[in-house]
Nanobody, 128 residues
Framework: QVQLVESGGGLVQPGGSLRISCTTA????????IGWFRQAPGKEREGVAC????????YYKDSVAGRFTISRDDAEPTIYLQMNDLKLEDTAVYYC?????????????????????WGKGIEVTVSS
């Protein structure tokens, strides 16, 4: 059974930085695309960032492009989301997710219900 465990969330001030991690078990990071969704209170779940399988193509939601960076360490195996210049609107529960998909279309289209595996989520709160 694929397991995804997020860590590293917390409270940060606007303009600050945070790195969240997703450690995987029983999953080869080179097999399928993997990435992050988020869900803010009262809003729909949305795709934030994704990294495809071995060719390492990435996708970023427009509102985080240039501020967030997704990366992965196949040896761990862990994926990371470095979040810089955080804004109030980045406050959400962030979910690590993957499925039997090769590219990042699910994240681009916010097609969260097409992804089979999810972590429990981790809270990121941006507040002064």
């Amino acid at each position: 059974q694929v397991q995804l465990v997020e860590s590293g969330g917390g409270l940060v001030q606007p303009g600050g930085s945070l790195r969240i991690s997703c450690t995987t078990a029983w999953f080869n990071l080179n097999t399928y695309a993997i990435g992050w969704f988020r869900q803010a209170p009262g809003k729909e779940r949305e795709g934030v960032a994704c990294i495809s399988r071995s060719d390492r193509n990435t996708y970023y939601k427009d509102s985080v492009a240039g501020r967030f960076t997704i990366s992965r360490d196949d040896a761990e195996p862990t994926i990371y989301l470095q979040m810089n210049d955080l804004k109030l609107e980045d406050t959400a529960v962030y979910y690590c997710t993957t499925g039997i998909v090769l590219g990042c279309t699910h994240w681009r289209d916010d097609y969260y219900y097409g992804l089979e595996y999810w972590g429990k989520g981790i809270e990121v709160t941006v507040s002064s």
